[in-house]
């Protein structure tokens, strides 16, 4: 006998599902089930996946979902076909979107609304009809019945029984098999499956306890009694329905009548509204794309018209000429309403893109692969990014909304997951591990996946001596590394929104997510197989500074202008030369810094080199050093085949770009684009090894029909294969690139400006604000600290200083911002008590504007204005002053040490506004031999130091040998030191550099110079005392 | 009146575990009714095994409840109900 499970729950029933999809459907397949359904609680977010892998394994996929209804009962909903598929979309819509966050409840309205197509089962315990019949009112549970038949029609609604071993289950089914008899409905045998096996039942109880926020040892009624609800085989089933033959017998029919309900391959993005009459859509794209070429290119020559041509003809003969006309108009109302914001990703392999002003990327001239972007063959759907400055981002997506209709238009979904850190805290909590152990536990965790915590115990120091790996955490870590990857939460995507041209609810299910914004129910990976297509409106807070930046500048009286910086400026590409790029985008990193120092940049090409080469990718496949090494002639440019010149020639022979690949793949063996990009995406997605060899024997045997050696076309694919995950396309890194430059060249020449408006933007970038202001500082501008009536909201600029702002000061924020800015306004505050008479505050606010310096122009006595503040009395205890008296006497009490108000500037701003912390360790370290940042390049090469700091942004980016190397900077008064902590050294003392927070360090080891930056290889690392 | 008694019996059964008699003080009972059956999972983080609980009656109308224990496979008489 067969079966088919119709009541199912995937880890998508977010913490009430333990069973991977993927080995769902593989134990379905293997048992001879010829369908399963999903049922999900509320949401079809597993639905794609579970489709796309039921098919692949040759079994039936049935869409559902387990609805709640208004009274909190259940009920198991399944799509018969693609309308069903609507109907469910337009009942989770409504659910969701019709009540508070994260309650969603269907009414009967809407059941009654969109019950065609639809089939239902009268659910599980908590169902409507099984709990009136276990309170005892049967009578209303058949009449109940008989209520969800007249909406969804006889032949579409079944008495849903599960044998699932509770107390009760024996006489539940029995009622609910009379009442079926007794209204003429079928039955349905089901499981309510949480998990594939009954071993899994642990997991899903402690996902359960994390749930209901309980621990194992309480009692809660949603933590299930027994291992019974998992994927049992057909034979199980029958054996436990034995007394119910027909209840298994009628899952089969059921799944005859679910037919595949999930269209995939639509087209769903909308025409675009704003065609000219007379007009196609294809045409106007082809007008403006030209008109575009003419602003760019002022005369036409046919190398251009012909790639616009070649590109406008693939863009329309795959049907996305609105797609790009959305786009166009998207970038088209931000420079009109002069948002700044730049194209990214591989759109910048499009001219017609360039043309458009959606990137600024001249792919004609870069002689970019449009490919790689879009091609016939791989017909898919076009990626397009584009940065906004990132206080500006949501007018534009509002123009979206606004011009498509609220009902077209949402924000694209994110799956938080479980990972290392998560899973060992939430799991740990529910097994009452203590609360402080698991804080300092976690804190040690790297960013890893949880089921690499073992490896990471392997492989981490810091980990191995934390004692995670006592025994007592064993089943801890097993139990995490079987929730890694399952779903936590939805949460909304940075940047992706998508446009449909229909209501968005006929096609995805939508809900709300924090904030109030609605999202989809699918991700960005999903929301495309069902013929929606992303736009990622990202916010960048770079774009912020840069405009800002730009603004004060002008505000001097100067001619500035962004868009026409020279892109040969000798002055900046020597301070790239150095390495000091500490704020410039893209290139700030320890390991950009030391590559700039080296690589002796010279032109814009070098940038995008340099932005694509410090890539996991890269590094891993063994080509920064040949190239450095070739880029300063040092070494000879060799290729391996003739045919690799034209390709590698920018690159010195070396593969750096995506694009490069498929030029390869396409020249070496002869694949063909559609082939080439499948090459390109494995890669880049690190997928099975497995697959990557299959690609690269078929490489091999092509290269050899194409005329080439098997041995050369081995080595050229070991090349590929060492590229392999996370390559950059070249078109992105030359969109990056260009940013990178013209900050640098801002920062060469405008420093306070730019450092100002980054300080008002952070967090942005590398580094905190603590370290941009030593490096501010390097470049000669002075830090100036909070003043009550020279500072403003964001930090300012005067000549060659930068005021520290009032939003700095820790607990500032609109409200108390607003108060003192418009009291400002009237005039300047002439004393502490002047401004409290104007400015109504909160004490903490005071407290922090006080210790902080804000009032030392005023009054230069601190501590007397904190004890001034209890006289002015306050207000119940709301903290809210209520200042009255305007007779503040200062009784007469010593001010803080000199030592005190550092470390009350530092916490309240984060800054060392006066000195730096380490100019008080100066005089003890000097005697004892310590170099400083500024004195260390007099040492020579090869002789041991000792150098002493503030750790900085300790990390272990993979290296090409897989052997650990963790890099850091030290901060001192005057700049940065980088270290180098190779393997040996990082077992012995990597425990001090990733634990929170990293005291302040003391390294000795070897100094080494290469080009023109200075590093240290560490050979003993302590705690600075 | 409900009484936790909670000791190792002797049990005869049949197919599925299904009890048919079990002797207590001394004397066979013969299980006239299986009433009810659930399964709990017990303690299982503490190394506790899964039991499968029968509620049974027998012809002079008591009322008890039994267990099997999945790991011992033993049997016991878990509660009377007076």
């Known amino acids: 006998m067969s079966f088919v499970h119709l009541h199912v729950h995937s880890p998508f029933s977010f913490l009430d599902g333990a069973g991977r999809i993927e080995e769902m459907v593989t134990s379905a397949s293997a048992a001879g089930m010829p369908s399963l359904a999903l049922t999900d609680h509320n949401n079809l977010c597993g639905a794609i996946l579970?489709?796309?892998?039921?098919?692949?394994?040759?079994?039936?996929p049935i869409t559902g979902v387990e609805i709640t209804l208004g009274d909190d009962s259940h009920l198991t909903l399944l799509a018969k076909n693609p309308d069903g598929y609507t109907n469910l979309c337009r009942i989770l819509s409504a659910a969701h979107l019709g009540n508070p966050r994260q309650t969603p409840r269907t009414t009967e309205e809407t059941l009654k609304a969109y019950s065609s197509n639809l089939a239902a089962l009268s659910g599980c315990r908590k169902g409507r009809i099984p709990r009136l019949i276990l309170k005892g009112n049967y009578r209303v549970a058949e009449e109940t019945a008989q209520t969800f038949a007249d909406i969804f029609g006889r032949e579409n609604f079944f008495i849903e029984m599960q044998q699932d071993f509770l107390p009760g289950s024996r006489f539940l089914n029995r009622a609910l098999d009379n009442l079926a008899s007794h209204r003429r409905l079928k039955t349905a045998a089901t499981n309510n499956v949480h998990y594939v096996t009954k071993e899994q039942f642990k997991i899903h109880d402690l996902l359960t306890c994390v749930r209901t926020l309980t621990k194992l040892e309480e009692i809660h009624p949603e933590r299930r009694l027994n291992a019974e609800n998992y994927l049992k085989s057909p034979a199980e089933m029958a054996q436990i329905f034995g007394d119910y033959p027909q209840a298994?017998?009628?899952?089969?029919?059921?799944?005859e009548m679910c037919q595949p309900a999930l269209e995939t391959g639509n087209r769903l993005f909308p025409a675009f509204p704003d065609i000219p009459p007379g007009e196609t859509a294809a045409g106007y794209l082809r007008k403006l794309t030209f008109k575009g070429a003419r602003e760019r290119y002022r005369y036409l020559p046919r190398q251009v018209t012909s790639r616009l041509d070649h590109e406008l003809d693939i863009i329309c003969r795959l049907g996305f000429e609105d797609y790009f006309l959305l786009v166009w108009d998207a970038a088209n109302y931000a420079r009109r309403e002069k948002i700044r914001y730049a194209g990214r990703g591989s759109a910048a392999d499009s001219a017609v893109a360039y043309c458009l002003y959606i990137t600024?990327?001249?792919?004609?001239?870069?002689n970019l692969l449009f490919e790689r972007f879009m091609s016939l063959e791989r017909a898919q759907t076009p990626d397009i990014d584009i940065d906004f400055d990132s206080r500006h981002r949501d007018r534009v997506s509002a123009y979206l909304y606004k011009k498509y209709g609220a009902d077209r238009v949402a924000t694209v979904c994110t799956y938080n997951t479980f990972r290392a850190r998560s899973a060992f805290r939430d799991l740990a909590k529910a097994m009452d591990f203590p609360a402080a152990e698991i804080d300092r536990l976690a804190k040690k965790l790297p960013y890893i996946q949880a089921d690499q915590i073992d490896l990471a115990v392997e492989r981490f120091p810091e980990l191995r001596e934390s004692g995670i790996d006592a025994p007592g955490f064993r089943d801890l870590l097993d139990y995490c590394a079987a929730v890694s990857g399952f779903p936590r939460f939805i949460g909304t995507h940075l940047g992706g929104i998508v446009v449909s041209r229909c209501p968005l609810s006929d096609v995805t299910p939508l809900q709300e997510a924090a904030k109030g914004i609605v999202v989809t129910q699918y991700d960005k990976e999903f929301i495309e197989d069902i013929g929606l297509v992303k736009l990622d409106l990202l916010s960048l807070r770079t774009?912020?500074?840069?405009?800002d930046t730009t603004l004060t500048i002008r505000e001097t009286g100067s001619s500035f202008d962004y868009e026409t910086i020279p892109l040969d400026d000798k002055a900046t590409f020597a301070m790239l030369n150095k390495g000091e790029t500490i704020g410039v985008f893209q290139l700030e990193s320890p390991a950009q810094r030391a590559l700039q120092s080296r690589l002796g940049a010279s032109e814009m090409e070098d940038i995008i080199a340099s932005v694509a080469i410090i890539r996991p990718g890269p590094i891993k496949g063994n080509m920064v050093e040949p190239f450095i090494a070739r880029r300063q002639g040092k070494e000879p440019v060799t290729y391996l085949h003739p045919k690799l010149e034209p390709i590698l020639k920018k690159t010195y022979g070396v593969v750096l770009f995506q694009e490069q690949v498929i030029e390869i793949a396409t020249a070496i063996a002869g694949f063909t684009p559609g082939e080439a990009d499948h090459l390109r995406r494995v890669m880049t997605h690190a997928r099975s090894h497995r697959e990557m060899a299959g690609i690269g024997a078929d490489f091999i045997k092509k290269a050899a029909a194409n005329g080439v050696s098997t041995e050369v076309a081995e080595t050229i694919f070991s090349y590929i294969t060492g590229y392999a995950s996370y390559g950059f396309c070249e078109a992105h890194a030359a969109a990056f690139a260009t940013t990178a430059y013209k900050t640098a060249y801002i920062i060469k020449h405008y420093p306070a400006h730019f450092f100002a408006s980054v300080l008002s933007h952070q967090p942005m970038g590398f580094y905190d604000s603590n370290t941009l202001c030593?490096?501010?500082?390097?470049?000669?501008?002075t830090i100036l600290p909070p003043d009550i009536n020279l500072s403003r909201e964001c930090f300012t600029v005067d000549a060659n200083t930068i005021r520290i702002s009032l939003r700095q000061i820790k607990g500032v924020k609109d409200n108390s911002l607003e108060k003192i800015l418009t009291a400002r306004e009237k005039g300047p505050f002439k004393s502490f008590d002047d401004f409290l008479k104007r400015v109504h505050t909160d004490r903490n606010v005071l407290e922090n504007l006080i210790c902080c310096g804000a009032f030392d122009s005023l009054h230069s006595n601190r501590k007397q204005l904190l004890w001034a503040i209890p006289a002015t009395g306050s207000k119940g205890n709301t903290g809210e002053l209520s200042l009255t008296d305007n007779t503040v006497t200062l009784p007469p009490v010593p001010d803080f040490t000199p030592q005190e108000k550092f470390n009350m500037e530092y916490e309240i701003l984060g800054i060392d506004v006066t000195s730096h912390f380490m100019s008080h360790w100066r005089s003890r370290l000097n005697p004892r031999g310590f170099l400083n940042s500024m004195?260390?390049?007099?040492?020579?090469?090869?002789?041991?130091?000792?150098v002493a700091g503030l750790p900085v942004r300790p990390h272990r980016p993979p290296t090409r040998t897989g052997k650990i190397a963790a890099f850091f900077s030290l901060e001192d008064e005057f700049g940065l030191i980088d270290i180098t902590v190779f393997e040996k050294t990082y077992q012995e003392f990597g425990k001090l550099l990733f634990t929170r927070p990293v005291?302040?360090?003391?390294?000795?080891?070897?100094?080494?110079?290469?080009?023109?930056?200075?590093?240290?290889?560490?050979?003993?690392?302590?705690?600075?005392? | 009146m409900v009484k936790l008694i909670n000791k190792n019996i002797e049990m005869e059964y049949g197919i599925n575990n299904t009890p048919l008699a079990f002797r207590i003080n001394g004397k066979w009972l013969p299980v006239s009714q299986v009433l009810d059956i659930w399964k709990d999972t017990g303690i299982w983080w503490d190394g506790e095994s899964e039991k499968t609980f029968y509620r049974v009656n027998t012809p002079e109308g008591s009322l008890f409840e039994l267990y099997r224990d999945s790991v011992s496979r033993s049997w016991f008489l878990y509660r009377v109900y007076d």
């Open chain 1, 774 to 781: 030593v490096e501010a500082r390097r470049r000669g501008v």
């Open chain 1, 935 to 946: 004195n260390l390049a007099a040492a020579k090469t090869g002789s041991p130091v000792k």
């Open chain 1, 248 to 255: 298994v017998t009628n899952t089969l029919a059921i799944a």
């Open chain 1, 360 to 366: 600024e990327v001249d792919s004609i001239a870069r």
């Open chain 1, 543 to 547: 774009m912020a500074a840069i405009e």
């Open chain 1, 50 to 60: 579970f489709s796309g892998l039921a098919k692949k394994a040759g079994i039936k």
């Open chain 1, 999 to 1025: 005291p302040p360090l003391q390294v000795w080891g070897t100094l080494q110079q290469r080009g023109n930056g200075f590093s240290i290889i560490a050979r003993k690392i302590f705690r600075l005392q």
